[in-house]
């Protein structure tokens, strides 16, 4: 691609890279036919159809203003990667991209780049780090306490005699809850079975059930504490309507020998039902060790992390972390303010959140890729093919694709970033 100006100039504040770029006439004039070519074969025109003609195709399959956008794009995206890769800069994040004005051909066509490229960053040092820890051991008590919580969500909920509710109590409600006057999911429901002695309700509500008789509805407002309150007064103010629909007894069942054969897969005695959790425990503290293990060492190697990471990394960290989880809370049918309201939040307090949690994010991630290259490792397919399933699902794995979609530097970046932190979690010394 032949260039009348191109230009690079380096923002030491930033840490991005500021290009100038203007294509000749010509230059206009040939990127032009490459598009008015694409689109005309998609609108089924002649080979020689006029300009005008494929225009006018062509905006009949989008708004006018939405068909130049697409036009004017297909220049910029080509000439873009051009002018980079003929600077010789690799950007690390989506380049911006302004452009004021629109091709057209005969004339030349200006725009500018805004790139940031991957920061030269380094290690103190390579080598194991030290943490401390307390490993998970699995004990007894673990045991037992692990078998009375798998009873208890094996108990039965049986019928009771009415009589007006009490501390203690278990019953079946019905529970439409407003704060402000907008539903609140999480403390609403049928046939809700509350136990008015477990913490599953605030105390405020818990004291306005008492005294309420199977078959009544009382509406009333309770208090709640803020999360992070700043004093006594500061309070959220709910209001419940609640019927109460009738008692309950709760009948948790038995450990027998009996019961485990009857109701317990792969056990037939009491003893094989609490090895069997034993068993589970156990694996479950080796994950839990491990997972330790593995965040206390990166938190260990980010401290030896040198140089400078360019602030635009930092709002790409943040924007991502954002888009991932309004992605998720899309996933559950919940918006952002639904989130607000079950965590007790702000959006101040999540966009807090969300720059200290996107910091650590950042440098971790590049401490293990600094640890990576300094080791001199190497990945294998595996490697690759394990850091892409994770990312894009069970069966994504195709390096043709990859390559195709730019994805591969993505993937081969999570790929070095886990076999760096398998590495330092299995190298780690524990102390504790």
């Known amino acids: 691609m032949d260039f009348k100006k191109l230009e690079r100039a380096d923002d030491e504040a930033t840490g991005a890279v500021e290009v100038?770029?203007?294509?000749?006439?010509?230059?206009?004039?040939?990127?032009?036919?490459?598009?008015?070519?694409?689109?005309?074969?998609?609108c089924k025109l002649p080979s020689d159809a006029q300009w005008d003609?494929?225009?006018?195709?062509?905006?009949?399959?989008?708004?006018?203003?939405?068909?130049?956008e697409v036009r004017r794009d297909f220049v910029v995206n080509r000439a873009a990667g051009e002018a980079l890769a003929a600077l010789g800069i690799e950007p690390a994040l989506t380049p911006r991209v302004r452009a004021t004005a629109y091709p057209d051909a005969g004339e030349d066509f200006a725009f500018e780049l805004s790139a940031v490229e991957r920061p030269a960053l380094s290690?103190?040092?390579?080598?194991p780090v030290e943490i401390e820890a307390e490993d998970v051991r699995v004990t007894g008590e673990l045991v037992d306490a692990r078998i009375a919580e798998l009873m208890e969500a094996r108990a039965e909920f049986l019928p009771a005699d009415p009589h007006p509710v009490v501390l203690g109590d278990v019953v079946s409600v019905d529970v439409a809850t407003f704060l402000e006057g907008r539903p609140v999911p999480r403390l609403t429901g049928k046939?809700?079975?509350l136990e008015l002695a477990d913490g599953s309700m605030p105390e405020s509500f818990v004291e306005r059930l008492v005294g309420m008789d199977v078959g009544q509805t009382r509406t009333f407002d309770y208090e709640v504490p803020r999360p992070r309150a700043l004093g006594d007064g500061d309070v959220e103010c709910y209001t419940a309507t609640v019927t109460v629909l009738g008692q309950l007894h709760k009948e948790v069942p038995a450990l027998t020998d009996a019961w485990v054969a009857e109701s317990i897969e792969g056990a037939s005695t009491a003893a094989e039902f609490r090895a069997a959790v034993a068993r589970g425990l156990e694996a479950e503290a080796?994950?839990?060790?491990?997972?330790?293990?593995a965040r206390l060492a990166n938190i260990e190697l980010e401290k030896r992390l040198q140089g400078v990471i360019p602030d635009a990394f930092y709002q790409a960290s943040r924007d991502g972390l954002r888009r991932s989880l309004e992605r998720e809370l899309a996933g559950k049918g919940q918006t952002i303010d639904d989130y607000y309201e079950q965590e007790r939040m702000n959006e101040e307090e999540l966009s807090v959140q969300l720059l200290i949690k996107s910091g650590e994010n950042l440098r971790q991630g590049f401490a293990l890729e600094a640890l990576f290259d300094a080791r001199g490792m190497e990945l294998a397919e595996d490697d690759l093919r394990l850091a892409c399933e994770e990312a894009f699902g069970a069966g994504s794995y195709d390096p043709e694709t990859l390559e195709r979609t730019g994805r591969r530097r993505v993937v081969e970046d999570a790929a070095k970033r886990i076999a760096a932190l398998n590495w330092l979690a299995d190298t780690a010394v524990v102390k504790g």
């Open 123 to 127: 290690l103190s040092s390579a080598d």
């Open 191 to 193: 046939s809700m079975v």
């Open 20 to 42: 100038a770029v203007v294509l000749d006439a010509a230059e206009v004039h040939r990127q032009l036919a490459e598009f008015y070519g694409a689109v005309g074969a998609a």
């Open 53 to 68: 003609d494929v225009d006018a195709a062509g905006a009949r399959t989008m708004p006018p203003e939405d068909y130049r």
């Open 286 to 293: 080796t994950l839990l060790n491990r997972d330790a293990h």
